[in-house]
């Protein structure tokens, strides 16, 4: 079965740092991943998705993850965050059915102003 | 309309009520899910409902009883929980594939009392 797993779990850093999150996957086949964000109060948004081609997927707000299948990794990053970062972050990936998502145990990220 | 629709936000209720939560969404998406979230942890897959029928049972306790009424409803049915059953509970509509994203809704913070 697909597991994911993110190496943090808490992550404090100032405004204009920058960002990376681990995500580790399990599923050897065809493979698709995630990243939500879920901000404090609010339901869970996308940030981006990797399904194929270009293994350095851009997505939403400046962040972008890297696919490397050697290192069954998907790190997510950001180059400056702002204090609007704050959130918690979660890495998913779907079964090989599809319809089933499976969440890392997330990475709260508070940035301080 | 890419929203998905959870009513009502907040609950509280006895153990020994009967409450519904429900969801709704118009993307046409044929598969549905109910996950429960707890503090500080990822959400956790409850039901999985494709093309209005009940694919996943996760083995949740018939305390819960999920509903799919037509293809943009679904619903949760509650009735003598615990109050261990306190999270937050969020629907999520997906169109077809492994390669499509979930949109999750802002979920519904229950309080078991």
């Known amino acids: 079965a697909q597991s994911v797993s993110q190496h943090n779990h808490h992550v404090i850093l100032s405004e204009a740092a920058s960002l990376e999150l681990g995500c580790n996957y399990s599923y050897g086949g065809t493979v698709n991943l995630f990243w939500y964000v879920q901000y404090p109060g609010q339901h869970l948004q996308l940030l981006l998705k990797?399904?194929?081609?270009?293994?350095l997927v851009k997505g939403i707000k400046g962040f972008e993850a890297e696919f490397i299948k050697s290192k069954f990794s998907f790190n997510l990053r950001k180059p400056s965050v702002q204090w609007s970062d704050t959130a918690e972050y979660f890495c998913?990936?779907?079964?090989?059915?599809?319809?089933?998502?499976?969440f890392g145990g997330g990475t709260r990220v508070l940035v301080k102003p | 309309d890419t929203e998905v629709t959870q009513t009502p936000k907040h609950l509280v209720m006895g153990m020994t009520n009967k409450k519904s939560l429900k969801c709704e969404q118009h993307?046409?998406?044929?598969?549905m899910y109910w996950y429960k979230q707890k503090a500080k942890k990822p959400p956790e897959l409850m039901f999985v409902y494709s093309y209005e029928k009940l694919s996943i049972n996760e083995s949740v306790p018939s305390r819960f009883s999920p509903e799919c009424p037509n293809s943009s409803l679904l619903n949760l049915h509650l009735h003598a929980l615990q109050p261990e059953d306190s999270a937050l509970y969020l629907c999520?509509?997906?169109?077809?594939?492994?390669?499509?994203?979930?949109?999750f809704g802002q979920g519904t913070r229950l309080t078991v009392v």
């Open positions: 993307m046409g998406h044929r598969a």
């Open positions: 999520a509509s997906q169109d077809r594939g492994r390669s499509t994203e979930a949109f």
């Open positions: 998913a990936a779907p079964s090989a059915a599809g319809n089933k998502l499976t």
């Open positions: 990797y399904f194929s081609g270009d293994p």
